[in-house]
């Protein structure tokens, strides 16, 4: 096997290897992260560990492994023979690895595995193969045992992947993000960032991927999703919406807010500069962080020190007197208490415009830049993104509010909206006069009418 220097994130994978605590490790999460070095070495070191063991890589078809995986593992200069048709690698000590079609489409029931004995599996790119045939990969790992000796290898399976909207998102990534992944289950994420061996004009040339690819491929990114029809958002793209930004000092805050506490409280942070929104920054507080406090404390520790003003948008209802709160504060006042060292001006409305005639504003605004105005979300913005894509038009023209329950705490909450809805109500209040005109139908004769600089705050 030719000498490499595996980058940080494959070191970490290895070494869960080696500790033996698991029985599952997926390594990936973006393209060029290496992802395929760490799995085909981690299998010949295991071949050199263990001698006469066996193992098996898998892969969605024969014509991925003969192009893909076979010019992969030959770079590792493996020390012993390959052999083709079917393709088998037979390493100097007699250990084995296999290379393996699911072959799924003509063999739904699997049975070519039914009498398969390995040690273990690599699944190479699991998110093409079925859940079905990891199953049975677990029950097949550990079904050899390495005879003439009682030194035997732990039943592994070792897979990669890119992000993925199927069944290795719900069974691994989303248990892993909320913290009830099985305990002999992991899950080591590894971008393009962490891959330090790739030329810069690669990286560069990578820009020119459509936003959407570019977000979900090379930044790793699970939570944003293709549309699939029935969005709330419409008129909202990824590839035309979604953009670099940047925080800039000289130019005031403007923060919003849903009054939400599960999943998470939300915080928006956007600057104004001109006629276009810039949403610049997201906050998620999670249990136990899902309080004002907490999440104004993380607002202070990103932006100590801003001295252009603060404006304070949000939810209208939570106005209202909080029973769960001191007497005589509600949610704005705590707000604006935490944040008194930013001179924050509440600009929260007395009430919410109608979820119908505000989705048609901003699905506008999106679509055709109605008024002048321009909404971008930034890339690191990333729940805000997914919601805005996966949130659904219910059959009245509002937002469909699909609930989910909490693995943990079992507490049932609203799956989508809350970034979004944070994100309404600063659109309609911070660009009050353009929303009013949108809604008399008379917006179209006065795009450069109804704001002043001080009142926007920009």
């Not at 999106?366 to 996966?390: H, M, P, Q, R, W």
Request: charged share 20%; proline share 5%; glycine share 8%.
């Amino acid at each position: 096997m030719a000498l490499m220097q595996f980058t940080e994130k494959q070191t970490l994978a290895m070494s869960k290897l080696q500790s033996e605590k698991f029985n599952f490790i997926l390594f990936g999460g973006a393209i060029r992260g290496g992802k395929s070095v760490w799995g085909l070495s981690s299998l010949l070191v295991m071949c050199q560990i263990f001698p006469n063991s066996r193992w098996c890589v898998m892969r969605e078809s024969m014509e991925k492994i003969r192009t893909t995986t076979i010019p992969s593992f030959r770079k590792l200069e493996p020390s012993g023979v390959i052999k083709q048709s079917p393709y088998e690698y037979t390493h100097p000590n007699g250990s084995v690895i296999l290379f393996k079609s699911e072959n799924y489409a003509q063999d739904k029931d699997l049975d070519w595995m039914k009498g398969l004995e390995v040690n273990g599996f690599l699944f190479e790119e699991i998110n093409e193969c079925q859940e079905q045939t990891l199953n049975k990969a677990f029950e097949r790992s550990g079904a050899w045992i390495i005879p003439n000796t009682d030194i035997q290898p732990k039943p592994i399976i070792l897979a990669t992947c890119n992000p993925t909207f199927g069944w290795v998102k719900d069974r691994v990534y989303d248990r892993w993000v909320d913290g009830t992944l099985p305990d002999t289950w992991d899950y080591v994420p590894s971008k393009i960032t962490d891959n330090p061996h790739l030329p810069q004009a690669y990286l560069d040339g990578l820009k020119n991927l459509p936003k959407f690819e570019y977000l979900f491929f090379v930044e790793g990114n699970w939570d944003i999703q293709l549309k699939t029809g029935g969005e709330f958002y419409k008129a909202f793209e990824v590839n035309n919406h979604v953009k670099p930004v940047f925080y800039n000092p000289a130019l005031p805050l403007h923060i919003s807010f849903d009054d939400n506490v599960n999943p998470y409280l939300p915080v928006g942070i956007f600057q104004i500069e001109g006629k276009e929104l810039r949403m610049i920054d997201e906050i998620a507080g999670v249990t136990p962080n899902n309080t004002v406090k907490a999440v104004c404390a993380e607002f202070t520790r990103k932006y100590q020190g801003h001295s252009a003003g603060l404006f304070i948008y949000g939810d209208a209802t939570a106005n209202k007197q909080d029973t769960k709160i001191e007497h005589g504060y509600n949610f704005y006042r705590l707000v604006m208490d935490y944040l008194k060292q930013f001179g924050p001006r509440n600009r929260v409305g007395a009430s919410n415009p109608s979820v119908v005639m505000r989705g048609n504003f901003i699905n506008t605004v999106f679509e055709t830049g109605f008024g002048g105005l321009s909404f971008v979300i930034g890339e690191n913005c990333k729940k805000a993104i997914s919601d805005l894509i996966s949130l659904k038009e219910a059959s009245d023209g509002t937002k469909n509010k699909e609930m989910d329950t909490d693995p943990k705490t079992k507490v049932r909450y609203q799956k989508y909206g809350h970034f979004s809805d944070l994100f309404d109500y600063i659109c309609v209040t911070a660009f009050a006069s353009e929303f009013s005109n949108y809604q008399r139908g008379t917006g179209r004769l006065s795009i450069n009418i109804g704001r002043s600089q001080a009142k926007n705050g920009y």
